[in-house]
């Protein structure tokens, strides 16, 4: 689909969407559950409809209400073939769930997911008895367990879901295990995992990020459990305020683990005026000036920063480009692009994307079916020259599939084509 959106001043207030990233995780905590958990609260984007169709396959009962989720852990297996649609959490953190099960399962994907690499879950399977076999590093997956206890050595360096997936499914094997991990990256994710093993009764001893011992042999606790708000989606609308606001954005923990809480820090580095409380963060919109931002640890906010970065004066720099090739698109280059093509200024040096703030034209922009892409452009849209044009704009079910209902709620004007 593509949708055209006007400059706009927005206003009032809104609530952050939910997390993709905690609901995929209870999901799966819920299938490894006895008995019955309550997920309230949670995200029905793309990405968590994948995980409830796998939960599903892998022997759980599934029940969706539009407030809650019910899921009773599994009794067996249901599906030989799972499918994780685009989700590259999906497709790192179930395949060591699935291996857990005795009989043979081909995990699959579909779109961005088919060009990103997974070679790294056929390494650390592998090194647990598995019988894992990716198609040169890439999908389909072919899995035959079980997964039991013993050592393996992992890389972190290109992403930590893998982690998540062993530490998610490692609990439930027959032995004890323990992970050595190298040059791990987005540790914020990682903590998130840690605290959701951790309040559904499971333990998990580490020293620092470098190793984690695993007892076996534990059981998941089945529990009711509130999906917190995603910092991920509410940058883009913290960003928004700051841009042509004032706006209230309601729900954002400022106790969460989420990595994408740094987004307040790159605002108040820009000189944006805000004023945090318990229950909101008010965004002004103000004069800004650019800064300097380290994004390696939280890459998924490189298109927020790149819009808030388009309107301060000067040139911004942002360090962590090489975190961006394996994601939806490449989007780096997605960024320097499309980005140019509203006459926003935006160079690679290195590792870091500089970025020169100025005058934004309307113009015809695509999001290449990546749904950070388009909310990127639609929020860099609200003081640009003229209206901007996104193809594809349909991306961002992926993680926000309510955005543009949103951006109308707060005064933008959007208009499907």
């Not at 209870?26 to 019955?36: K, Q």
């Not at 062993?166 to 439930?172: G, K």
């Not at 980005?339 to 934004?360: A, H, Q, R, W």
Request: glycine content about 10%.
């Amino acid at each position: 689909m593509r949708r055209i959106v006007v400059p706009s001043k927005v206003n009032g207030e809104i609530s952050a969407p939910p997390s993709k990233s905690i609901t995929q995780r209870t999901i799966a905590a819920g299938l490894l559950s006895d008995g019955e958990t309550i997920i309230y609260n949670p995200s029905y984007c793309d990405d968590a409809v994948a995980a409830m169709s796998i939960a599903t396959g892998l022997g759980a009962k599934v029940e969706p209400s539009r407030d809650k989720i019910k899921i009773s852990g599994s009794t067996g297996l249901r599906e030989n073939k799972i499918h994780c649609g685009e989700s590259g959490l999906a497709a790192r953190m179930f395949s060591p769930i699935a291996s857990l099960f005795p009989e043979e399962i081909i995990v699959n994907g579909s779109g961005s997911l088919k060009n990103r690499p997974l070679g790294m879950i056929e390494e650390a399977l592998n090194q647990f008895g598995v019988s894992c076999e990716t198609n040169n590093g890439f999908l389909p997956i072919k899995l035959h367990g079980p997964l039991k206890g013993g050592k393996c050595t992992i890389d972190g360096s290109l992403s930590s879901q893998i982690l998540t997936g062993l530490m998610m499914a490692l609990p439930i094997a027959e032995g004890d295990s323990e992970v050595e991990v190298t040059n791990l990256k987005s540790k914020p994710y990682i903590d998130m995992t840690l605290k959701l093993i951790d309040d559904f009764g499971v333990e998990i001893r580490r020293s620092g990020y470098n190793y984690f011992w695993i007892k076996g042999n534990q059981r998941f606790k089945a529990r009711e459990y509130s999906v917190e708000s995603d910092w991920s989606g509410g940058a883009f609308l913290l960003v928004a305020g700051a841009i042509n606001g004032p706006l209230r954005v309601k729900g954002l923990s400022m106790s969460s683990q989420q990595s994408d809480k740094a987004i307040l820090t790159a605002l108040d580095k820009a000189g944006a005026k805000m004023v945090i409380t318990g229950d909101y963060i008010e965004v002004y919109k103000s004069e800004m000036i650019s800064f300097e931002f380290d994004a390696t640890d939280a890459p998924d906010l490189f298109p927020p920063l790149a819009v808030l970065a388009a309107y301060c004066n000067g040139t911004s720099a942002i360090k962590g480009v090489n975190r961006l090739i394996n994601k939806e698109s490449n989007r780096s280059t997605a960024i320097v692009e499309e980005f140019s093509n509203l006459g926003v200024k935006v160079e690679i040096v290195d590792d870091y994307m500089l970025i020169t703030g100025g005058p934004v034209s309307g113009g015809k922009t695509a999001s290449r079916n990546d749904h950070r892409i388009a909310m990127a452009l639609a929020v860099l849209a609200l003081k640009a020259g003229g209206e901007v044009h996104i193809k594809d704009s349909h991306a961002v079910s992926k993680s926000y599939p309510t955005f543009f209902d949103d951006l109308r709620s707060i005064g933008v004007k959007v208009i499907d084509k």
